[in-house]
């Protein structure tokens, strides 16, 4: 009933920058970006509080992703920098069912996920 669709993904080189959407069907509560690499589990990567006031970040992208979220258009957004090889993955964004600010990195948390968008970087 609740639909995500999460876009943006493409090959690029190392260095280079990408932002990543997700539209959403309906407003959403938190909601967060994980990825999942060839061969790995899905893994964290970022996420937001329905304000904006909180946000959080995997070690490994801290002072390169920026989350952001425009919730008049109900649309959430991830801005990746300095792009890494380490970084090529799909890339999922989600939405929690309930107003939720603790434990979002986990994705338990998360009632609906969209699509998922392939992110390539290569050297």
């Known amino acids: 009933q609740v639909q995500l669709v999460d876009s943006g993904g493409g090959v690029v080189q190392a260095g280079d920058s990408l932002i990543l959407s997700c539209g959403a069907s309906?407003?959403?509560?938190?909601m967060g970006w994980f990825r999942q690499a060839a061969g790995k589990e899905r893994e964290f990567v970022s996420a937001?509080?329905?304000?904006?006031?909180?946000?959080y970040y995997q070690d490994s992208v801290k002072g390169r992703f920026t989350i952001s979220r425009d919730n008049a258009k109900n649309t959430g957004f991830l801005q990746m920098n300095s792009l890494k090889v380490e970084d090529t993955a799909v890339y999922y964004c989600?939405?929690?069912?309930?107003?939720?600010?603790?434990?979002?990195?986990?994705?338990?948390?998360?009632?609906?996920w969209g699509q998922g968008t392939q992110v390539t970087v290569s050297s």
């Open positions: 937001i509080t329905w304000s904006g006031s909180r946000t």
């Open positions: 309906v407003s959403m509560y938190a």
């Open positions: 989600a939405a929690t069912q309930g107003n939720f600010i603790s434990g979002l990195e986990n994705q338990e948390r998360y009632r609906y």
